[in-house]
């Protein structure tokens, strides 16, 4: 059983991402989801971004530190698109990190340090044509490229929340073969 601390996208912690937890749970993982927008959810990625905005990226990845600052150090951290901004760091940063996943979204390892911690694996996942993701691909490429336990998994397709089952750029396909990635990385820190 492998501890997880999976941070939510712009529009908060949807039921989409809750049920992607939940499948992780029933895998026979622990999973915590902090929530740094204090239970509000947004109907759009736009609406969503707005409230980013006003809060700032920086307080919003501060808060994921503090949220897991009580949780077990030996975590994989996971997040979605917004979410991946503290689970790098957390990767990144604090000692004893078991890997990560980082959905729909990387930032350059130079954000966090001066080069991504050589025992910690990770995992990115896109669609291969996510506008979004498109500004965050040669970050994804570089990690890569520089950590022997780094896999980048680009899917078919333009949808940027692809994995999260309650928004319309749902890919019923390609969620699923994410999340069976997925738990086989979680199965493998166990």
């Not at 992780?24 to 990625?45: C, I, M, N, W």
């Amino acid at each position: 059983m492998a501890e997880v601390v999976l941070f939510h996208h712009a529009q908060g912690l949807t039921p989409g991402v809750a049920a992607f937890a939940d499948e992780l749970r029933a895998a026979g993982h622990t999973v915590h989801t902090p929530d740094l927008f204090e239970g509000r959810t947004f109907g759009s990625l736009e609406e969503g971004l707005e409230e980013v905005e006003r809060i700032g990226f920086g307080e919003l990845t501060e808060r994921g530190v503090r949220a897991a600052e009580p949780l077990p150090r030996d975590a994989v951290y996971a997040g979605f698109s917004l979410g991946v901004l503290p689970a790098q760091k957390l990767a990144q940063t604090r000692a004893g990190a078991r890997g990560a996943l980082l959905f729909h979204s990387c930032i350059p390892v130079s954000e966090f340090g001066a080069a991504w911690p050589g025992e910690v694996p990770v995992q990115v996942h896109a669609m291969e044509a996510d506008p979004f993701f498109a500004e965050d691909a040669d970050a994804a490429h570089a990690l890569v490229a520089g950590h022997a336990d780094a896999e980048l998994f680009l899917y078919p397709g333009d949808r940027h929340l692809f994995a999260d089952s309650s928004l319309p750029d749902h890919d019923p396909d390609a969620a699923k073969l994410l999340t069976r990635r997925a738990v086989d990385f979680l199965d493998a820190r166990t």
